[in-house]
């Protein structure tokens, strides 16, 4: 009996090992780019990963109502980005070595609209790169601030 209690402890210890973590925070740097002159801001990264589902909020440090939520629904080639739906595209994805060499999909909006968001570039395992929008701000989120991966990046999302 008791060498079964064992067997049991170690199998519930082993398969505890290759769980994946389901909920996770840190912190990415955000530059703006709205005017003339960039801007800098810190947001916090909120991950959770349910049972068909991985959700991503993004909430600032300097005004917690610039919150961007994502929801990439697993198996699926969208994600919903507010109450908007974005397909993946056909697009080499973008790529660094910098960032892990992690493939960064393009994904555009479901119903394109004139000054509408997109593209978007977007890893599963690292969240949001960034958002483009003709109207609005870009913003690109990296682990820490880099010019030339920053400049990279806009070059992408322009072609």
């Given at each position: 009996?008791?060498?079964?209690?064992?067997?049991?402890?170690?199998?519930?210890?082993?398969?505890?090992?290759?769980?994946?973590?389901?909920?996770?925070?840190?912190?990415?740097?955000?530059?703006?780019?709205?005017?003339?002159?960039?801007?800098?801001?810190?947001?916090?990264?909120?991950?959770?990963?349910?049972?068909?589902?991985?959700?991503?909020?993004?909430?600032?440090?300097?005004?917690?109502?610039?919150?961007?939520?994502?929801?990439?629904?697993?198996?699926?080639?969208?994600?919903?980005?507010?109450?908007?739906?974005?397909?993946?595209?056909?697009?080499?994805?973008?790529?660094?070595?910098?960032?892990?060499?992690?493939?960064?999909?393009?994904?555009?909006?479901e119903n394109p609209i004139t000054d509408g968001t997109g593209p978007i570039l977007f890893n599963p395992t690292y969240g949001l790169l960034a958002?483009?929008?003709?109207?609005?701000?870009t913003i690109i989120f990296l682990d820490e601030k880099n010019d030339t991966i920053t400049q990279q990046i806009i070059t992408k999302l322009n072609?």
């Open positions: 009996m008791r060498k079964i209690l064992t067997y049991i402890l170690l199998l519930t210890i082993c398969f505890g090992c290759f769980e994946k973590k389901t909920e996770w925070k840190t912190e990415r740097s955000a530059i703006i780019f709205f005017s003339s002159e960039p801007k800098n801001e810190t947001f916090t990264l909120t991950f959770k990963k349910n049972e068909n589902s991985l959700i991503y909020q993004y909430v600032s440090h300097i005004d917690t109502s610039k919150t961007i939520f994502i929801k990439k629904t697993l198996e699926s080639n969208f994600i919903l980005f507010g109450s908007e739906k974005f397909i993946k595209t056909d697009k080499k994805p973008f790529k660094n070595e910098k960032l892990n060499d992690l493939e960064f999909e393009f994904y555009n909006i958002i483009n929008n003709v109207f609005g701000p072609e």
